[in-house]
């Protein structure tokens, strides 16, 4: 460590860091703009200039950007030089002479970095009396919002967007003295991490369009610490609340899993909570129509459908919380409760355990992927199947380049310089997949071929490094690629392995965990990460309980079904959905959305969003996470554990008779599932108090708490009670910073913006104090023993007439709940499928026309789309987007034209 002198006291920094990263990490207020902690620096606003000074007896010093300044052993500046302030105040007035008055109607008036600057600077006063500079603003999609004219030209829009997240379609254009960020016409950003402008852009130039259709100040939202639904990687978020609405998710940075960054699934999915398809009262079915009840009649129902009924199963669901699982679970027995996951995922989970457990790989967090310089991707499209890694793996790329521009002494801060000494170079990224992926620029090699070829081609790698893996004949190309692939891992000081449910391939599985064994065979500390297809499928998984078949095969013999959030129609055929319904004698449902189950179901009970629940859920990584309530709904919404504690109420269980709040549910889990006893750690319990108070979830700011109610009451309600958390539904609490698990929104005097999060860290873009919020459930341990799996597949055999069908996920439309998001649906494809020009012409299909896919026992009309990516013999059927669900790929099918529909009858084309 390096001693440094701030203002005359001595400190101890990094000596690999500048400047403004060690006065930042002190809690010193230093002004800054083009500076990003995940982006390094450039030098470009000129707004973060100190005085240096070469030593104690120095009395003149030079100006300098701290940015641009290492933190070497030594170094005196000083930040309140008044030569130093006079500069940063020049700057902020410089950039204030073409900034347009409008904070009060500005979306980023609150929250505005700028605003805070300007402010820190001591500038309060216009002198400049002309013509400001204009821009036509641009429509940029239904995500981002442009007003250019706020514009302060510190370049971090383009740096995130093109060098850091990889985006093509947006630039800096400049005609002599004007530059105008943005695209080469009007038209939707075409990265999928678009989002993210709004919180780098540190003015009000890229706002959230989809807080503009219900728009709230940023200080009279509602906030709760909170984690995404839409993906199984366990982002951290801040969903903000006003008058009953979910307004807007914010990135919460979590330096372990998403940092500073969220996808643009994940920032604004969020709109399902405010669906119109949102159940918000009891359903009950009569005569075959669903009429809405109140609280009071549906438990009644319950009790009718229930009463003296002994063998009641359970489906659960990997998109509900551990919780509610767990209370459907001990409401009507283990052996009655089932996994609500098809047999081919349920096996898949069951396999990545069993294979995290026995083998010596590490699985890592999102942070530890982006340090990992050498990459292996088996079967996977991870920016369609798991957003948020495909950008940490945009960032692993640079590792191996880092050591060129060490041995350059070039600091890996000094961002553009690094950029200009490696330019195009890349460490080794190599991506096995059925069709092209978003990243495949990027990678160093791409291999195409179907899921066995795959898989085979990771058992190749595996004999590669080590000789007594099993062998595999493969074609000359392929084992030279194999061969390049186990260099690259071998010569890696951090190999990752990623791997995962998207092909459904158990075979690419135990290829992967080959590889894992065969690195730490040769001495290498592999690291081995699984994607996993919805937000608490791994939690799900290590309950232990019985696939969709069990549970079909036991409703013949049950007297009523319950199932906890999920759509059957999801995971399973229609023709069997149907068989399951009509088979079930009675069904009750849990649900927030309606849906395919929802519909058929007897009784259906309103079930709270992430937005107005607790929870835990468990994410790839095996790290348990608690999200917490947002706000209470109105009517008769409540969390699913609690519904399910009401119908134990009915058939009088007694342990659930002693369950009052979610702390009761959550201890009650850790003992009787071992697997899950680390979830006690997830986060603090509801008793923690801070100085005697609650963590608030609103901002001190908070405006309007009577005028909010004055058409119920003129008198200021008491706020809602919070028996499950440490958090109030107040403004008033704890002033200082709660433990990480518990912070429901960032904010420090001075600091009104998402900049704020610098002063909740250890140090700069480290984790938080106190440390990242989660608990790691599954660590890595010693071999044991059992050696390779041997079983590996039969090459791929293209069949005359038909045609291997396999899964194509895509970011916007794949996940099940945020496409009831209007901005999501705006941009989520039709369904389509995809295959090689010359299968198209074999089936005389021409681009955008319709094909009818026979697949799985079901068949859809979908468009044509003609890839020379996709191999002969295999197609990519989209899924998830409906009616394509429940299919279960990959699978042999059929294809062809598909016939226009009778004039008049009915049209099935997706």
């Known amino acids: ?302 009790r009718e459908l229930l009463a003296g009924k002994q063998n009641v199963i359970g489906i659960g669901s990997p998109r509900a919380s551990l919780e509610a699982n767990f209370a459907l679970r001990t409401l009507v027995g283990p052996d009655h409760f089932f996994a609500g996951m098809a047999d081919d995922e349920h096996r898949l989970l069951t396999k990545m355990i069993q294979v995290l457990r026995s083998t010596p790989a590490r699985t890592p967090s999102l942070r530890e992927i982006e340090q990992c310089d050498a990459v292996l991707v088996l079967g996977e499209d991870p920016t369609n199947f798991a957003p948020r890694l495909a950008l940490a793996l945009r960032q692993s790329v640079r590792q191996q380049p880092f050591a060129a521009t060490d041995k350059m002494r070039i600091p890996r801060w000094l961002d553009h310089a690094v950029r200009e000494a490696v330019q195009d170079d890349k460490g080794p990224l190599f991506i096995a997949s059925t069709h092209a992926t978003r990243l495949d620029d990027i990678a160093a090699r791409t291999f195409r071929a179907a899921p066995t070829d795959i898989a085979r081609l990771g058992f190749a790698v595996a004999r590669a490094l080590d000789t007594s893996a099993p062998a595999t004949s493969m074609s000359g190309e392929a084992v030279a690629l194999a061969a390049q692939i186990a260099q690259a891992l071998k010569t890696a000081h951090r190999p990752l392995i990623i791997a995962g449910g998207g092909l459904n391939s158990e075979s690419v599985i135990e290829a992967a965990a080959n590889v894992a064994r065969a690195l730490d065979t040769v001495g290498k500390e592999a690291r081995l990460s699984f994607t996993v297809p919805e937000c608490n499928s791994m939690g799900l998984a290590l309950m232990g309980a019985a696939p969709l078949s069990a549970a079909f095969a036991a409703v013949k013999d049950a007297d009523a079904v319950i199932v906890l959030e999920n759509d059957l129609g999801r995971h399973m055929p229609q023709p069997a959905l149907r068989e399951f319904f009509e088979r079930a004698f009675h069904v009750i449902a849990l649900d927030c959305l309606t849906n395919a189950t929802t519909e058929r179901a007897e009784l259906v009970l309103p079930a709270g969003t992430f937005a107005e629940s607790d929870g835990t859920l468990v994410s790839s990584e095996g790290r348990a996470q608690r999200f917490f309530q947002v706000f209470v709904p109105s009517g008769d919404i409540q969390e699913s554990w609690r519904w399910l504690c009401d119908l134990g109420a009915l058939r009088e269980n007694s342990e659930m008779a002693d369950w009052k709040e979610l702390d009761d549910v959550i201890i009650a889990l850790s003992n009787a599932i071992p697997a899950l006893a680390g979830i006690v750690n997830a986060a603090p319990f509801s008793g923690l108090r801070l100085a005697g108070e609650k963590v608030p979830r609103e901002p001190h700011r908070y405006s309007g708490r009577t005028a909010m109610h004055a058409n119920i009451n003129v008198s200021e309600p008491k706020p809602p009670d919070d028996p499950d958390s440490p958090l109030s539904f107040s403004m008033e609490g704890f002033p200082d910073q709660p433990p990480s698990a518990l912070i429901p929104f960032f904010w420090t005097p001075g600091w009104n913006s998402i900049q704020s999060t610098n002063f909740y860290q250890k140090e700069i873009a480290g984790p938080l104090r106190g440390g990242d919020p989660g608990a790691r459930l599954i660590e890595s341990g010693a071999s044991d023993g059992s050696g390779y799996f041997i079983r590996v597949p039969q090459a791929f055999a293209p069949r005359e007439g038909e045609w291997l069908v396999v899964p194509a996920y895509h970011i916007f439309g794949s996940d099940e709940q945020s496409l009831h998001s209007a901005a999501i649906a705006e941009v989520a494809p039709k369904p389509y499928i995809a295959m090689n020009p010359e299968d198209a012409v074999l089936l005389a299909l021409r681009p955008e026309s319709l094909a009818e896919v026979k697949v799985d026992g079901s068949s859809y009309r979908v468009q044509v789309r003609v890839r020379p990516d996709m191999p002969k013999g295999i197609a990519a059927l989209l899924v998830g987007v409906p009616p394509v669900v429940g299919v279960h790929l990959p699978a042999w099918g059929t294809l062809q034209p598909a016939q226009l529909p009778v004039e008049g009858g009915p049209e099935r084309a997706a």
């Open 1 to 302: 460590m390096a001693t440094v002198y701030i203002d005359d006291k001595p400190y101890t920094a990094d000596p690999a860091q500048n400047m403004l990263f060690t006065s930042l990490t002190l809690g010193f207020n230093l002004p800054y703009f083009c500076w990003h902690p995940a982006m390094g620096s450039v030098g470009a606003c000129r707004q973060c200039a100190v005085k240096q000074f070469r030593d104690e007896n120095d009395t003149r010093g030079k100006l300098v950007m701290a940015c641009m300044t290492p933190a070497a052993d030594g170094t005196r500046i000083a930040i309140h030089d008044p030569d130093a302030t006079k500069f940063r105040a020049g700057v902020i007035e410089g950039l204030m002479t073409n900034h347009p008055h409008d904070c009060p109607v500005c979306d980023e008036g609150g929250e505005c970095h700028l605003q805070d600057m300007t402010v820190m600077t001591g500038h309060d006063y216009r002198r400049y009396p002309y013509d400001k500079r204009t821009f036509r603003n641009q429509y940029l999609g239904p995500f981002v919002n442009q007003e250019m004219n706020r514009c302060i030209q510190c370049y971090r829009c383009v740096r995130f967007y093109r060098e850091y997240a990889g985006g093509r379609d947006f630039n800096s254009f400049a005609l002599r003295d004007l530059v105008f960020f943005g695209r080469h016409k009007d038209g939707v950003l075409e990265n999928e991490f678009s989002g993210n402008l709004v919180e780098v852009c540190p003015t009000g130039v890229f706002t959230d369009a989809t807080l503009k259709h219900h728009y709230t100040r940023k200080w009279d939202l509602q906030f709760a610490p909170s984690i995404c639904t839409h993906c199984g990687l366990g982002c951290n978020t801040s969903p903000g609340e006003r008058y009953g609405m979910l307004r807007r998710i914010v990135n919460r940075y979590n330096g372990e899993v998403n940092g500073y960054f969220l996808c643009d699934r994940g920032r604004y999915g969020y709109e399902c909570v405010n669906s119109p398809q949102r159940i918000r009262q009891p359903l009950l079915r009569r005569e075959g129509v669903a009429q809405p009840v109140s609280r009071a009649e549906a438990l009644r129902a319950a």
